[in-house]
């Protein structure tokens, strides 16, 4: 039995549901595949470098946590992992117990951070904090008013979908429809100057069915 499998055994009969690799390309697809909460990844690979590895699954899953496990013990090989994007470095020979801790903390630190971004709406580089009321696109700050904020927040939580004016007015002014679409139409163009001015538009008139905000470009 290689190292893999033992290692997979021991964190099946932790309770972990597991997918084992024996190539870097393989490995690639099982992420793609599975999207696990944590990736086990050897630098020594058959086809492909650990580190090319990870930066393949990053670009899919860009928060997935990674554990190198690796028999390339020297100072500078550990710095090169961590320092590549790895979120934790455990040499061979290794303890099972302190490997399953090691991935446990990964997870919870992972369930974490992820807690804190759900108060984020995020479409293309526009970022809206629910909690914060903070705007940004492109990393620069966008000053709404409170109308303007829960305008775009209703147009962020759906994004590339057309809303019409009745369904804005009835989300954010809780109007009945009748007569009152100017009133979207005046908050739709202070948007557009806050939100895409200078740059690529995102917000989107459909004449006759409504509104949608998408990615630039």
């Known amino acids: ?6 290692v997979a055994m021991a964190l099946r009969y932790d309770g972990w549901s597991v997918e084992v690799a024996h190539t870097g390309a393989d490995a690639v697809a099982a992420v793609r595949r599975h999207g696990p909460d944590v990736v086990v990844l050897d630098l020594m690979l058959p086809d492909l470098d650990g580190m090319e590895v990870m930066r393949r699954v990053r670009a899919d899953d860009p928060s997935v946590p990674v554990l190198f496990l690796t028999a390339r013990d020297a100072v500078e090989d550990r710095v090169a992992g961590l320092t590549a994007g790895g979120d934790d470095y455990v040499t061979k020979p290794f303890s099972l117990e302190e490997l ?9 630190r992972a369930g974490s951070a992820l807690e804190q971004s759900r108060s ?12 914060s009321h903070e705007v940004t696109r492109g990393g620069e700050p966008i000053h709404l008013t ?7 927040r209703y147009l962020m939580r759906n ?4 809303l019409s004016k009745a369904q804005i007015l009835d ?7 009748g007569g009152r679409a100017n009133v979207v139409e005046l908050y739709i163009s202070y948007l557009r100057k806050k939100v895409d001015a200078g740059r690529e538009p995102m917000i989107h ?3 006759g069915a409504g509104y949608v905000l998408k990615p630039a470009g």
């Not at 399953?100 to 919870?108: E, G, I, M, S």
């Not at 984020?120 to 909690?131: C, I, K, R």
């Open 171 to 177: 989300r954010v002014w809780s109007y009945d429809f």
């Open 120 to 131: 984020a709406l995020v479409v293309g580089d526009l970022v809206l904090d629910e909690d």
């Open 100 to 108: 399953v801790a090691r991935l446990r903390a990964l997870v919870r």
């Open 146 to 152: 409170h109308t303007e904020f829960e305008l775009l």
């Open 205 to 207: 008139t459909l004449r």
């Open 159 to 162: 994004p590339r979908r057309v």
């Open 1 to 6: 039995m290689n190292i893999a499998e033992l």
